[in-house]
Every structure is written in C-alpha cells, then in structure tokens.
C-alpha cells in the first residue's frame, strides 16, 4: 500500500510563493506518474499538474501553466509543487496522487492519494 504525505500549504499573500512536497512510500515510486490536484471550497476536485515515472514529462492546467512547476526527486520518494505568483483563486486543499506510469490529468489514472494539505492565497 502507497502511503502519500503532503506538506508545505500555509497562509500566503497574493503573487507570493509556496513550495509543496509529498512524501511518498514505496521503493517503486519512480514508476508512478506523480500528480498535484486541488479542490477549492465549493468547488470539485481539479488537476493541477503531472509528471510522469517513464519520461519525466510534465503537464499543466491551463490556469497554472507558467506560474507553477512540478518536479520529483526519485531519491527521496518526493514530489514537489513549486507555486508562484500566487492568485487567490490557488485557494484550496492540495491533494498529491499516484498513478499509472502514463498517467494522464484525468483523476481516473490515481490509485492512491495523500490527506491534502491546505493553501490559502489572501488579496
């Protein structure tokens, strides 16, 4: 069973930054794709971004595409979510996923998932 521990969410200000880790168990985390989804209140979940076991290859929600970057250290059994130029519609719970080795945005491709961790972007 693979367990996921995100950390990093606090209380931001607008167009500040914020850099999220999961922690991941498993000796065969570098065969997952890794994804970040977020729900914000009122809202459903939504993807955010990926980065793929295979190829490393990375993809992004449109509406955080060039503010945020996702990356894994494989070592360490750790994604990361670094977010910049923080908007107040970045509010939400942070959710890290594990999935397929291909997997794509859609939450279908997950099979485990972290408790979340709670961002929270002030104007």
């Known amino acids: 069973q693979v367990q996921l521990v995100e950390s990093g969410g606090g209380l931001v200000q607008a167009g500040g930054s914020l850099r999220l880790s999961c922690a991941a168990s498993g000796r065969t985390f570098s065969g997952y794709s890794m994804g970040w989804f977020r729900q914000g209140p009122g809202k459903e979940r939504e993807f955010v971004a990926l980065?793929?076991?295979?190829?490393?290859?990375?993809n992004y929600a449109d509406s955080v595409k060039g503010r945020f970057t996702i990356s894994r250290d494989n070592a360490n059994n750790t994604v990361y979510l670094q977010m910049n130029s923080l908007k107040p519609e970045d509010t939400a719970v942070y959710y890290c996923?594990?999935?397929?080795?291909?997997?794509?945005?859609?939450?279908?491709?997950?099979?485990?998932w972290g408790q979340g961790t709670q961002v929270t972007v002030s104007s």
């Open positions: 980065i793929r076991g295979s190829s490393g290859s990375t």
């Open positions: 996923a594990a999935g397929f080795a291909l997997a794509s945005p859609s939450h279908r491709d997950y099979l485990y």
